[in-house]
Every structure is written in C-alpha cells, then in structure tokens.
C-alpha cells in the first residue's frame, strides 16, 4: 500500500492529553513532519513550556528539556551557546511567553540569539483553566473577566510579533493559523523557514501560531476554528511581520 | 482504492475530519471508544479521493491515508 498521510517518524506512539479539537495536537504533529523532512531528528533539542504544551516530551522523539515557566527562551539560548551546531527551538504558549517570560523572550530576540520560538496563542490560560493572557481580545470573557477584557483595567492584547519586528537582532517572525487545511500547510513552511533561519546563522525566529482552544472558548471544536477567523485575525493579522534575507 | 485507517483509541470525536472532508466520507458513528467518546468512522470509501484533508485537520494524529 502506498502511504498517502502516516504519522511522522518523530512523533512517538504515545496519545496526546490535549482536548478535543485542540490547536496544540495539530502543531505537534507539524513540527514532528518537519524535522523529519530537514533531517533533522539526530540534531533538534526542544525546550518544553509550561502550561498546556508541557508534556511535548512525551511525544516528540527528540531530545527535550523543561524550562521553568517563561523561561523557554532563555534556556535554549544556553544550549544553542553550548550547542551551536544543534538545531535548538522553544515551544512556548501565550502565558509562557507573553507574561511570565516576557523578560527572557525579548531580550533574547533583542541578542539575535540563533534560536526558534514556536509560539502557541490561544488568547487564555489554556491549563489552569482559561484565565485571561495579556493576549486575550477586548471585550473577551473568560474565567478572571467575566464581563469581557476592559482594556482600562487589563491593558489591551499584546502583539508579540509586532513587538519583536522592531528589534535588530530578529530575523523571520510570522503570524499564521491553524484553523484551516490551508492555513496548516502554511504553518509548516513558516516553521521550515524559521528552522532554515537558525541553520543559516541569520538571527533570532519565532512563529506565532493562532491555534484554538475550545474548551475553554467554551465553543465547539468547528465554532473555535471559525472564531479565529471571524474574530482573532481582526487583531492578530496573518503573514509574514519581519525577514530578513535568508 | 483508498484506505483511510483511522485509530479509534486516538479519536476524541471532535469532528473537524468530519466537517472538512470535501466528499462528506467520514461520519462520527455509535461507537465509544476507551475514553469515552464517539469515533469516527470511515463511511462513505466509494466517494473518497484520498486527498488526506482528514489526516491533515486530526489534532490526535488518529487518521492515516493509503491507496492501494
């Protein structure tokens, strides 16, 4: 029988713990594809977040370490200096990132350090149970803003990707979705390019990848995909935001 | 002849599959798997092309494409 669609050679045989119709499963799985295509399996190290994605040990067959929280990027800079002909990436949620490890991601993309930040935004708290994230919508309720996201009191949803494009040290930012099989295909090549990046020494990376989560959107599986489409790419708009000649 | 294998334990019913087959081939069935949810099921195999879009949207890695 010829193969058509198999589990990528990356991805061990254990299940995954996300909910139904989670954005996180569908990322995995890409990434996994496109070590295997860069032949990269022998060279990847992963750092593993906090929050929803802190079990990817479990499931990419690579080597990977958990960071303390936020803290991803700044752990992958110390191994990428130790490492430097390993392939080194961080796979960081919207709290990881944003929040508590705001400090590290920055400054980390400010250096140019030869890394890859996947970045997973899904607008909430995934794993404690939906709290607002500094990028939570306007007027978007969730479990810490009942009555919806007053930007007078919360602040309003942070641009990770804008906000690194004005730093010299970064390379190749992109914003895409997986919210669609289309959008899928394009988060894999953005994830290509910004391993390609690191590869040819070029500077820091990172993907932004609008990805849903619809226990906690308290919508169905399909309603969550339309969601980000409908209401997400309004304030995070998809494409490329910075690249540098590779 | 398309064969679309589709894992039952990995299955979590979220239908996305099920949603996005362009041929509307998959359909979620009566059967509960070990967690407790409504697998999907490969219904339809005269209408399926094998274009893998079920493969593609599964966030579980459940579905996988071959052609014979």
Not at chain 1, 25 to 48: H, P, T, W, Y
Not at chain 1, 137 to 159: C, F, Y
Request: charged share 20%; with cysteine.
């Amino acid at each position: 029988m010829k193969k058509i669609y198999t589990r990528p050679a990356s991805l061990k045989e254990a299940h995954f713990h996300y909910c139904p119709g989670c954005g996180h499963g569908i990322i995995n799985r890409l990434i996994a594809e496109v070590i295997d295509e860069m032949g990269l399996r022998g060279k990847a190290i992963c750092v593993a977040p906090a929050g929803c994605g802190m079990l990817v040990y479990n499931y990419f067959d690579i080597d990977t370490l958990e960071s303390a929280h936020g803290r991803g990027a700044a752990v992958a800079t110390g191994i990428k200096r130790v490492r430097p002909d390993n392939l080194v990436f961080s796979y960081q949620g919207d709290g990881d990132l944003a929040a508590i490890g705001t400090a590290e991601g920055f400054h980390a993309a400010n250096r140019g350090e030869l890394i890859t930040v996947i970045f997973v935004n899904n607008g909430v708290y995934g794993m404690t149970g939906g709290q607002m994230a500094p990028t939570t919508l306007k007027e978007q309720i969730t479990t810490t803003t009942p009555s919806g996201r007053n930007p007078v009191s919360a602040g309003h949803p942070v641009r990770v990707c804008e906000v690194f494009s004005v730093l010299d040290g970064t390379s190749y930012l992109e914003r895409v979705a997986v919210n669609s099989p289309s959008g899928i295909k394009k988060t894999k090549k953005a994830i290509a390019k910004a391993f390609q990046h690191q590869i040819n020494r070029t500077g820091f990376s990172l993907v932004e990848i609008l990805s849903p989560c619809p226990t906690n959107w308290k919508m169905s599986p399909i309603e969550s995909f339309r969601w980000i489409d409908e209401v997400m790419t309004k304030q995070f708009p998809l494409g490329v935001i910075k690249e540098v000649k590779c | 002849m398309i064969t679309v294998k589709i894992d039952d334990e990995r299955c979590k019913g979220c239908s996305l599959c099920v949603e996005f087959c362009p041929k509307g081939a998959l359909s979620i069935s009566d059967r509960l798997n070990m967690k407790g949810y409504f697998v999907v099921s490969f219904a339809d195999e005269k209408e399926c092309t094998g274009c893998a879009t079920c493969a593609l949207i599964c966030p579980d890695v459940a579905i996988e494409v071959f052609k014979n």
